[in-house]
């Protein structure tokens, strides 16, 4: 019998200080790893005041002028940072109802001749003018820093749950410098006559962990279960949803299960979804295939029992069982940001895309 589960899981981040009730998240969290590859966050240690501002400033963001994000538009950007226009990609054959801007943790460009090209991927984010949205930047950098900081604690606590020493996945991350970790504020329009209610399509998340600020109170995320049904995860007021990216499910051998998921656009006549995602990044360097972690066969044994998937709606980062971790990251991003890639990466444009520019992007 396969463990499905039917609802995601809540955890309170306050437990982890007390050491009574310790034992009680680190067992939860093996269970929401193993079975969900979801959960809510309650008590996250990120200040309240700066997710407040977050939110107040997702809706600012949206409401420039054209020309303000065509200004930074990421086009302009190697670095695959920026503004990407409404209907812009598809993932699974459709187009994606949503805008959106990519953002990062403050990074600078090491890429020198001789270095593989995946390292281009790092480097500086492009913010909107300061003067047009006073204080963003600032807020955006104070509240990623504490993000980063959270997802670094949280894969310790994961490593135990999975009874590996707690610094069992430090190897992973960047050795000589800083991990550029890539954020998104989002928006989703309400479904209008001519579009389908696909925000974005059922996708899974690269990387090792995604903290997900939803901000607003719009449904509309979804995430499937073993049975291939589409579970609900609406936003609850002062958590993060944390979930497994594809890198950290090939680490842990399928332990820790990346879930598909996706968002459905708010019906018509609704105000727009918004929200923050931060992806947990690792070394570029890095080829997963290169380590093998040494499981407790009684853990192991857990992934048995959860049974097979069924039918999964999603198909992309596959090539982290082959290739280095920056490489499988770069090609996600040509393969959904073929306009940036057709200037910035003039051949692996041409290997993905043989025929020329498509009309959007293909996530997966
Ligand atoms: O907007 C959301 O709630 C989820 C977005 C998402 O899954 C993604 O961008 O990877
Ligand atoms: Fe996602």
Known sequence: MAANFSSVPVLDYSLVSD????????????????NVGFLYLSHPPVAREDIDAIIGYAPRLFDLPQEAKDKINMRNSEHFFGYTRLGAEITKGQTDQREQYDF???YEKRWKPGDPEYIRLWGPAQWPDEELLPGFKDTM??????????????IGLLAEALELPQDALKQFYEKDGPTQHRAKVVKYPPQDNLSSNQGVGPHFDGGFLTFLLQASPHPGLQVQNLAG???DAPPIPGTFVVNIGKALETVTQGL???TSHRVLSPPPGSTPRYSVPFFQNIAQRVSIKDFTLQFNPEILKLKEQRGATGSVESVNYTEYNQLPSGLVGLIGRVKSH???????YPDLFKQFFPQGLPAQGSAY
């Open 19 to 34: 050491p009574e009730r310790r034992p009680d998240f680190i067992s939860q969290l093996r269970h929401a790893l193993i």
């Open 104 to 106: 990062a943790t403050p």
């Open 141 to 154: 950098h104070r509240y990623l820093a504490q993000v980063e900081k959270l997802s670094y604690e949280f």
């Open 229 to 231: 049904e589409w579970i």
């Open 256 to 258: 820790a299960c990346a």
């Open 338 to 344: 073929p306009d940036v890639a057709e200037r910035h």
